[in-house]
């Protein structure tokens, strides 16, 4: 059985909020640039009124994973377009965040939805579902993760959820 946006909603807040990404419910203007959702201060704050999709949770609480801890409270708004040093980190994003679907025991499809990715959210699926992990060299790089050629508790597997 599927669960509703609801029980995706608390379930992924639930994770986030037990690794240390803190969230809250808030209501917010029609002007972010996902709507229902907005990272202010390294927080992720959600407007379930205008949430879409609640996988776009866990892509945004990437952003926050993958940053250094002294960056997490400087973080807001569009996070590309503020920041454009942190364009570089996407890749990092969508991997962390296909490895919070394995944890979680997601469908890929909750976060990699077909109004998103500019269209390429199959393409991805198909990717790291074939254990093809784009930027994969990031992710082991920043900390988070292992090689799974070297390590039996390699990637999706993650050592710890925030960088530090």
Known sequence: MTPSNE???VMIRAFLNKIGIETREQTLPNTTFLPGLLID???LLIDPEQLLYPGDILHEA??????LP???T???GNITADRP????DEMAVLLWTYAACCHLQLDPAVVFHPDGYKGESDWLIGQFTSGLYI???LLIW???TNDPIRSAEGFPGMRQWLRT
Do not use: Y
């Open 7 to 9: 029980q995706l909603t």
């Open 142 to 144: 920043m900390g988070l």
């Open 41 to 43: 201060e390294g927080r």
């Open 74 to 76: 400087r973080l807001g």
């Open 70 to 72: 002294e960056d997490r």
């Open 135 to 137: 930027g994969l060299p």
């Open 85 to 88: 040093d942190k364009a570089g």
């Open 62 to 67: 990437g952003h926050i994973a993958v940053s």
